[in-house]
């Protein structure tokens, strides 16, 4: 059975870390029967794969190109924009 995580996100804050701690909990409390898998929509958890990896907590790329580097994510106006 798998677990599809997705969590979008501009900026890092605590959603990382908390996205990250919720996959390997459900691994570990289900003796590594349910496999947990994050969904990168633009390339937001490329800079995450290191931990990922360590974690054994797999993710599905959506799109081929890293969109996340041209996405704006300072101002209100212009994250509601994109």
Known sequence: M?????????????????VINSAESIRYFTNNRINTLLINAAGEWDSEKKILDEKKISIINICKKNYYDELPRYGFLDSLIC
Do not use: H, M
Request: charged share 10%; hydrophobic share 35%.
């Open 2 to 18: 798998n677990i599809y995580y997705w969590s979008p996100y501009l900026s890092k804050v605590a959603t990382t870390k908390a």
